[in-house]
């Protein structure tokens, strides 16, 4: 028998179909080992030895996967194709040569990328070692990320409070997003004119020409500056004559993109489908693994994480074959397109993402799939077809005009294009970030020297418009992805956890498909940049990829990599070590002051404080997180948010409260203010007044007396559950809306529905949480009931759980055998898998029974023992929680595809 491994289950059950009998494919899920949340997990002093943790779930697949290699002929390791894949392999392999059961069975490495039955066969029969510069790799990412995460975060948790983490390339990218937000705040707008001159040629066409020069001076977009100039030439241009001066028509060539890299698919995605980096690389996932069509589980796509842009000749061969079936022989160039990457380093020479199999098109498979997954295959096929096709053949024509009029003369130009063989783009065009489609416009047919006129009356023929310039847009998914891409920061694995990341921290949020940086973001990058600038250098980070690069080709050891960065990065550390929080916050005040402290129209100092007479505004930190408050606190304890000017754009004043009203029941006034958490509304002015924050999503500016009492009045009672008599409540808490009900609490879908819920929707939510299990929930309902137990009495009962059915006897659970139906399960059934779960239960259940007796009958010798027994017990907790305390200080510390 012949065992092979690889990453999901999914892909287990469709390769064992295709291998056939003397196979036994398992899956690993993902990776198997990882390094502890702890400190010493990496250890540079040892040459930056590793210690590696085994999971419970990891652990009993291990053992499954073991028992099968112990009995097996040979080991095949099949997991995915590129530094991670290889990663998961090297785990497998240095577990079984630990557990011993290898001996001298032949171990075997096959990579695929395609999940189909030609490319696994095909696989089997080129089976090569392990490819250890490429495990050397991941091994040098892991300790960078893990040393950067691990002594990186414990100096934000010192020096700004309410801080999470700080990553290798988590901060890259957060620092790109806060610059462009600095950017944006800092532009100052910019005034100019635009003239346009519609006009119609001799043949009754229209035409519409903007202003290029004037009076002998060229003139760019910007150059007109105010409306004395425009209107200057808007009457020169009134009275004017006009004639074409020359006609240019060039043939262009426009031609097709190249296939996807997983960079180029998440951003086609998003312009797309408008899916987020996470999701789209989710269904492509589904696809890479397969879907059941016609009674046959095959990969619908080849593998999604790859930076190159070739496919294999046989699909150039299908695809122009399908081109010239569905569109016709002229669409099929006369030689075939190669690409080459031109990313900055491109990492391990993979396929570009193309469908399995061309001939398979989108409308033959869409009933087999869900809606996502059919719209991110139609747009991957869509791509690949159109990189093989013609090029479109386009005819760009200018048309140059002079006017004279007045003594002065004006240019004019008109510009556009014309599809005269449109190619590639009869199937698919690539979406633009700027919606620009300069090959739309059609011009007239016009000659040299003819006279044009103006269309309509003078005033309105001749446009003159004011604009002002705008500030750079901020990120979305896709442009951040590009940049990164561009700057060679990250690689096709980490974009979307890299991204998720940000927002899981609250550093960003995505509002209107833009990537927004929040306060907490913005302070860290900002002490980053003060303080360890070199590390958030877009240039640093990228000559760190290209070496871990050279160390996956062979060309750099990669514990010397790790020692030249830890030299250094150690010592930059060390050297701040020391540093007071109030020089940390000086820093901060002077590189934030354009967010935190904005200019003020009167040109009054924007740090003088508004509540007292001398106090100077400075950033301050606290366990919730960096607020503004005065310098002479105590005696002053003015505060306000960070990005809060004192013009009240919000609809409040730092100087006091606003006053939204009264509450007609008290009299009271109902007033907006802000705190050092955000914007709140509270009732009077008592001395514990009753208050309520601003849920998440409401804006201080569109607040009214109606929405504030609504606020004040909670929590609302709903109404008394059916089943019981007692009472329901919705209320905002600390994780956002919810009803509540004898000790369980269920998430609602937006704080409005606070107001609004009904008792049947509260019913319905309720029962929904305590179906799923936990603290203050009832029981889940079984899926069978099989009977009491024989012996020991009590209910024996088939459930539902979030890895799968299992059956239940008391507190002991046993997961069913896979591919077993649980409607089928017998109590003898149950009865065996719990009896061979049990025993581990049952010895730890017991041995605190024993203790008693044995304490009694103890020897002195025994007696004696047992301090330094207990000793050694009681520093268990101290662990566990040094473990919890640093269990997540940096987003680059887990596997990079998410396993």
Known sequence: MNIVIVESPAKAKTINKYLGKDYHVLASYGHVRDLPAKDGSVRPDEDFAMSWEVDGKSSKRLSEIASAVKDADRLILATDPDREGEAISWHVLEVLQKKKVLKDKPVERVVFNAITKSAILEAMKNPRPLDTPL???YLARRALDYLVGFTL????????????????????????????????????AQEYWSILANLKTPSGDALSAGITGFDGKKLGRLDITSEAEATTIKRMLEGASFAVDSVVSKPAKRNPAPPFTTSTLQQEASRKLGFSASRTMQVAQKLYEGIAIGGETSGLITYMRTDGVQIAQEAITAARQVIGQ????????????FYSTKAKNAQEAHEAIRPT????????????????QARLYELIWKRTMASQMESAVLERTTIDITAKGSGKTAALRASGSVVRFDGFLALYQEGRDDDEDESSRRLP??????????????????????????PPPRYTEASLVKKMEELGIGRPSTYASTLQTLRDRDYV?????????QDKGRIVIAFLESFFNRYVEFDFTASLEEQLDKISAGELSWQEVLRDFWRDFHGAVDEIKDLRVSEVLDALNELLAPHIFPAKEDGSDPRACPSCSNGQLSLKVSRFGAFIGCNNYPECNYTRQLAKSGDGEDGTTPDGPKVLGQDPATGLDVSLRIGRFGPYVQLGEEAKPKRSS??????AADLDLEKALQLLSLPREVGLHPEDGKMITSNLGRFGPYVHHEGTYANLSSPDEVFSVGLNRAVDVLAEKRAKGGRGRAAATPLKELGEHP?????????DGRYGPYVKFGKVNATLPKDTDPQAVTLEQALELIAAKAPKGAAKKKAPAKKPAAKKAASKTTAEKKPAAKKTAAKKPAAKKTASKAKSPSEDAGPEDGS
């Open 445 to 470: 047919a016009v000659d040299e020297g003819a006279s044009l006129a103006l269309a309509g009356a003078a005033a309105e023929a001749i446009e003159a418009g004011q604009h002002f310039t705008t």
């Open 509 to 517: 949020e995505l509002e209107k498909k833009q990537l927004v940086p």
């Open 694 to 699: 601003l849920p998440k999503g409401w804006s």
């Open 153 to 188: 975060s414990p100096v934000l948790w010192r020096k700004l409070p309410g801080a999470r983490s700080a990553g290798r390339v988590q901060s890259v990218a957060l620092r790109l997003i806060c610059d462009r937000e600095m950017e944006i705040e800092v532009f100052k």
């Open 357 to 372: 199999d061309l001939s398979r098109r989108p409308k033959d498979v869409a009933r087999f799939l869900d809606p996502d």
């Open 791 to 799: 012996t020991e009495g009590g209910p024996v009962n088939v459930y």
């Open 326 to 337: 569905d569109f016709g022989a002229n669409y099929v160039p006369e030689k075939p397109r």
């Open 135 to 137: 495990v050397d790799a």
